[in-house]
């Protein structure tokens, strides 16, 4: 156990598919980790958990729970820290009124979400609601920089066992559109704050009569902070999703828009939102005033539009002009097309990072109304980023489809430590309340920076501190050094942003000397030297900012490894402490409906597995527990047998799936463990385990198969029964047995 109680090892509660996984590995973590002394505790940083723990005074002691994440907060600052962290909802707005809606129906005392806060005490609870909606974990989480990269082992079987690969097409129509001006990237304005500058500044609006209101204040900026501030013009983004929907019409193509409405809390579901109202656009001329009544708000996407008009008396005739529009519009590029859910629908539904490696990996194609395959328009209205997808694109025309079996690897070197580069998920981003001026005034009273906006128009500013910048080249230098893999830093001199990072990188560089091991590139650039240098069959890193961490390290491992789940991530705090990611969880979703349906969980643990075995590594190293390195190298030895044996779940029902993958895991450590002969203690603890999942498999494999093809009952979707889940979870009794009640 560690210091102040605090478990050797914390677990994360999370949500969706990873939850369900955990209901059957955790009791097998803690069954090997006593073994070697090794505590295994939990904290709750679900959906759920989040909501009832920012209402406590409404709840009954039964209902109240801690404040988890505020708590592992504070604990990632500190050496101890070790915490295997699983993927979470990022929540929208419908998903968060969703889970508050669960809640309420399961007796929690919650309020609901103010859509338009009007009185102090709405206010106050769309404060608290607005803190847990969005990208709202991983900025408190992440206090180091990232390290993601494939495991070797993982790597190895994606090159023996390549995944199925679209074909492209020189000729394929298939393209990204973007903004040609007057968005994010061409109004951004950057600098980096000298000592005299810093302090607290505030974020202020000056309107065309001389009023002066302020945004945000006691914005504590530091020395050395790079602070950028930029908005997009609405008027313009308009213009260009019009545009947009008519050249994909002229075009013959089907329309998808790209966004990330859950990490960017604040700017992408108004982009959303704006999308919506394209599309719809004579409807929502000719009904405004009824649209208005009905509550419609676009940014909710279209299913709530929709839902919204049929409360309406006059919905039929509604109804009826949108399906002649949509005759006329351009084929919609659909999230379920058996169940009508387009690519407007939801906007948590599309997920840019996961969207568009899915796309380019089925070479270009979407999937229509109709189930049909087909070239897509893939709109990213901002041209930060979209860049690396259009040339991943023109790459892939003129080159054909990556080959998993002969490509190399790109890792990546995020830049993500003290909330770095949160665009749009945080208190610093505003629509334009009118047409005036929006402004950064420093605490010396200098103005940092200043745009002229217009009403609706959105701006946004973020920071990055300069020790976490420091602390990102060193992560590259030493990632570098030890591979001596390509290594590039995507940034792009022409853009403001990252002219101020390049300030910081060239002298690190020169000082290390080692400069002429590193190139700095633009992110259009950079995407096609790493294609290139992959198809060749060698290595890269990729060494750039937070987003577009968060993209690129979904891109190549989807076109490398067939997912992105599979990806080992590690995250070195900076006090000293270990963050160890799981993975990717952007099909969760579709996981959940499957097992609910039929039984079966497709979920892959495989993340899971290799950040098991880094964490006991770690706290090996860190605590000088031998045990737990031996433990350790037993589960990495484990995950080479789930995929050397192909033990990994099938993706149908009556296949094996996410808990026989489970046994199949427990029965490698356990075999590894009674097999080495670094630790004779562990070696007569775990024979006889082993020995007893071996000669059990038939009956365990058989129990395990017998409930599939059923529904199954969890209780909740955001808030699951756990004794539930357990019983869906650990269907064999034989299994429990032998590794005994989980005892959290």
């Known amino acids: 156990m560690a210091e102040n109680n605090t478990p050797d090892i914390l677990y994360t509660i999370v949500d969706e598919a990873p939850e369900l996984a955990s209901a059957s590995f955790l009791p097998i973590i803690r ?66 009124v969703a889970a508050i809606a669960e809640l309420q129906g399961q007796g929690y005392d919650i309020p609901g979400y103010p859509e338009e806060p009007a009185t102090d005490a709405e206010k106050a609870i769309r404060a608290r609601y607005d803190a847990i909606k969005g990208s709202a974990v991983n900025p408190v989480l992440r206090e180091g920089n ?58 202020e609006f000056e309107g065309k009569d ?18 950028d501030a930029t908005f997009m013009s609405v008027r ?30 604040v700017s992408d579901p108004i982009i959303f939102g704006y999308a919506v109202r394209a599309w719809l656009a004579p409807v929502f001329d000719k009904y405004a005033d009824d649209l208005k009544a009905a509550g419609v708000n676009p940014n909710a996407g279209m299913g709530d539009v929709l839902a919204r008009i049929d409360t309406l008396p006059n919905a039929a005739a509604i109804k009826a002009d949108i399906a002649a529009l949509t005759a006329e519009r351009p084929s919609m590029y659909m999230v379920d097309s058996d169940r009508g859910i387009t690519n407007l629908h939801v906007p948590s539904d599309v997920i840019i990072d996961a969207s568009m490696p899915a796309v380019i990996r089925a070479g270009g194609k979407g999937w229509d109304e109709t189930g049909a395959k087909g070239d897509t328009n893939c709109v990213i209205p901002d041209t930060c980023y979209a860049p690396v997808y259009d040339e991943a694109i023109r790459f892939f025309k003129a080159n054909g489809a990556l080959n998993p079996a002969t490509a190399g690897a ?70 570098q050094r030890l591979t001596g893999s390509e290594a590039i830093f995507w940034l792009d001199a022409d853009r403001a942003h990252d002219a101020q990072l390049i300030g910081y990188v060239k002298p690190a560089l020169d000082a290390a000397g080692v400069a002429e091991q590193f190139r700095i590139m633009a992110p259009r650039e950079a995407t096609r030297q790493s294609l290139e240098t992959i198809t060749a069959g060698r290595d890269s890193i990729a060494i750039t900012g937070n987003v577009l961490r968060d993209y690129l390290t979904d891109l190549f491992p989807i076109l490398e490894l067939g997912t992105s789940a599979k990806m080992l991530s590690i995250v070195k705090l900076m006090q000293g402490g270990g963050l160890f990611e799981t993975g990717a969880g952007g099909s969760a979703p579709k996981h959940v409906q499957q097992l609910v349906e039929e039984n079966h969980l497709r979920w892959d643990s495989m993340g899971e597995f290799c950040a098991l075995g880094e964490s006991l590594n770690f706290l090996a190293d860190a605590r000088g527990n031998a045990k737990a390195g031996v433990l350790g190298a037993a589960a990495e030895a484990a995950t080479q047998g789930i995929l050397d044996n192909g033990r990994s779940p099938g993706r149908k029902v009556g296949q094996p799936d996410n808990r026989d993958s489970h046994y199949w895991f427990a029965r490698y450590w356990a075999e590894a463990l009674a097999d080495q002969d670094g630790d004779s203690d562990l070696a007569a603890e775990f024979a006889p385990v082993a020995r007893a999942l071996a000669e059990n498999e038939a009956a365990i494999l058989s129990e395990l198969a017998a409930v599939q093809g059923a529904p199954a009952e969890l209780g909740g979707y955001y808030h699951a029964d756990p004794a539930r889940t ?16 989980d005892r959290a």
């Open 726 to 741: 357990a019983a869906v979870m650990r269907p064999s009794a034989t299994l429990n047995a032998i590794i005994g009640e």
């Open 31 to 96: 069954k090997f980790a006593s073994a070697a002394g090794v505590s295994v505790g939990t904290r709750d940083i679900s959906l759920a958990g989040r909501i009832i723990a920012a209402f406590p005074e409404n709840l009954t002691d039964a209902q109240r729970q801690s404040d988890d994440l505020a708590a592992l907060g504070d604990l990632v600052k500190t050496p101890g820290a070790n915490v295997i962290k699983l993927p979470n909802i990022s929540a929208s707005v419908p998903q968060l």
């Open 410 to 479: 790109v890792a990546n070197v995020g830049l993500m430590a003290q909330k770095a580069e949160e665009y749009g998920s945080h208190p610093t981003t505003f629509e334009a309340p009118a047409d005036g001026t929006i402004r950064i005034v420093l605490a010396n009273g200098e103005t940092l920076h200043a745009h002229e906006v217009e009403a609706g128009d959105i701006w946004r500013a973020c920071t990055v501190n300069k020790a976490p910048i420091e602390n990102w080249i060193q992560l590259a230098m030493d990632r």
């Open 236 to 265: 313009a983004l308009s213009e260009f999703l019009a545009g947009a929907i008519e050249d994909t019409r002229a075009d013959g193509t089907m329309f998808s828009l790209h966004m990330k409405a859950t990490m960017m809390k």
């Open 210 to 227: 001389g009023a002066v209101s302020v945004l945000r204040d006691g914005w504590t900026l530091g020395d050395g902070t790079v602070v």
């Open 146 to 203: 990232s390290d993601r990269r494939a495991a070797r082992a993982v790597k190895n079987y994606a090159q023996k066992n390549p995944h199925s690969m679209g074909d492209w097409s020189a000729d394929s129509k298939t393209k990204v559109s973007s903004m040609p001006g007057n968005d994010f990237y061409a109004n951004e304005k950057s600098a980096t704050l000298a000592a005299a500058q810093a302090g607290d500044a505030r974020i």
